[in-house]
């Protein structure tokens, strides 16, 4: 295997997230499942907009968060996604491109606005997501630069891209040049309803070894093997003799491995704020850890610390670098 | 003098903040100067932004922060300012209106894009703006809804209007219809480098009696009369005979009316991340104070506890509801 001049690829919705604060009762009223995510259409997203209070916009995609957070760390990132040329989209590929990450995927010049996800963050700190897929409908394979992720140590993929129709292959797409390239591919779950809707698709990826490291949690892995019990979900990933990274909210992350299971308790925070992005901040910890050499153990710290800083601040992309906080704590 | 429905009233340049932070060496690299708010034209602002990192977008305006603040206190707020109807201007009617503030100034349909401020935060918390005025430019006298204004107990207007050409007499109207009405007139100093611009005009404002209430703080104060010393500044302004509200960062803030000077100290915050708006918040809480019948000192209160809110986050809007921050206070 040639040296790859890029750590990761990530593949993945490219979204402007839209956060407002809101109580309790504000799910109930838009009937809202609290924490997951939901297809909304235009209309939908229109209506639920003119009901929320004041929002701070900040460019999100869980795949793309990943991303951000690796380049964070200071590792080489790169990310395919679709947005259109319209104000958001503009904002999101600065966003993106300003932190080091190549991100070559050209606009789409009509059709759909650039995709946006209306979060509604109660007072616990957790996130409810309404996402318009808007311009992320016309992600391909066309899209999918082979020569880049030719480049790419690790492949990123997100559950997500089952969502809109053409991404699906894009996925297939990019994992199979991953593979004949010689590097690795990850798959995050992305969310336990998506897993309900392509469960069978989701395990045929995995046994079909188009993915070679699976990034879930408790509730996406439960709903995965259709249990309500932990250990069982968990004995049922081993099964599958993969490597897996298992975050559960505030208990220990674990790293599944051919080898065994390994935990590494959460990182502590002051005040959860605002819960967006924190298992695509865990995987970036985590994938960093990997890219860059270290022990299975130091990445599951790596990803801890990512995902405490994420959640202490509304919004799922890093508020300070990550390189210089885990050299604070001494884990760089 | 008839019941008022409008508490305040504000007008001001109706402005999207874009954030993102940065080391001290940016200002440097840029020559800009740290604290200040400086305009930049279009050409400047594509510039900048490409060199700027990952921004975060709140809505802002510093009037309008202060009526943001304000209906978040539980006043009754309005606003007159301009914006297009492109997707930032949108977003921003969204953010104040949701707020139940009435917006019903006119978008502009051509011209400018809706004004932006690129922001850059530094490691002390200390912001510095760079102000791209947009569709500023096209407010004007015929912006000014009479009915509105007269509906208003206090008038509150922003010094940073005497910086897009018309909006200036969209001013002197304000005020004109307000004092007809028996309302009062509010003015923000705005920043040390505007009252620079404008001192003349500023000190005949207070002085030809347009203006009843004077918002300033330690640099505008020094710049209106010309004096490095605080104290001579503070003694000209009593002899001005006006009712004045005074912020020192971190000293204690100042009520100055005929009757003398109250100070009440600076609302205790645990870590400064983003010093945007504080003065703006300031004056929320004093004005609501004031328009609830509430003493000077607990208008200064109010104001302090506003402000320390202000300056917890990014973004100069309030993050929680101030009525129920003042409520855990025992202020209201």
Not at 168 to 191: N, P, Q, Y
Request: net charge negative; charged share 25%.
């Amino acid at each position: 295997m040639t040296a790859k001049r890029t750590d990761v690829l990530a593949l993945g919705n490219a979204i402007v997230d839209v956060f407002a604060s809101a109580e309790e009762d504000f799910l109930i009223a838009h009937e809202l499942t609290k924490g997951a995510m939901m297809l909304i259409d235009e209309d939908r997203a229109e209506t639920l907009y003119a009901a929320m209070g004041p929002s701070k916009i900040v460019s999100g995609g869980s795949a793309a968060n990943t991303i951000a957070g690796l380049a964070s760390f200071g590792g080489k990132g790169a990310f395919i996604g679709k947005v259109k040329q319209d104000e958001l989209g503009k904002l999101y590929k600065h966003d993106l491109t300003s932190l080091g990450v190549a991100f070559d995927t050209g606009f789409a010049s009509e059709g759909p606005a650039t995709a946006r996800s209306f979060i509604i963050v109660t007072p616990d700190g957790e996130r409810t997501m309404n996402t318009y897929l808007g311009a992320c409908q016309g992600l391909t394979v066309a899209d999918v630069d082979k020569a880049a992720v030719q480049d790419a140590e690790i492949v990123y993929l997100e559950g997500y891209l089952w969502d809109p129709p053409a991404a699906k292959e894009a996925f297939r797409k990019a994992s199979e040049f991953a593979h004949a390239a010689g590097g690795r591919v990850a798959i995050t779950l992305s969310d336990s309803f998506c897993v309900d809707r392509y469960r069978d698709e989701f395990l045929g990826l995995i046994r079909n070894r188009l993915v070679d490291i699976v990034f879930a949690n408790e509730a996406e892995l439960k709903s995965l093997y259709q249990t309500a019990d932990f250990d069982t979900a968990l004995a049922a990933l081993r099964a599958e003799n993969i490597v897996a990274a298992v975050t559960r909210s505030e208990k220990d992350a674990l790293a599944v491995t051919p080898d065994g299971i390994i935990a590494e308790p959460v990182f502590p925070v002051e005040r959860i704020v605002d819960t967006t992005g924190a298992g695509d901040l865990f995987a970036a910890g985590f994938l960093y850890g990997l890219t860059s050499g270290r022990e299975v153990r130091d990445s599951l710290r790596l990803g801890a610390l990512a995902a405490g800083e994420i959640i202490s601040h509304v919004g799922a992309r890093p508020d300070i670098s990550l390189k210089t906080l885990a050299g604070n704590e001494g884990l760089l």
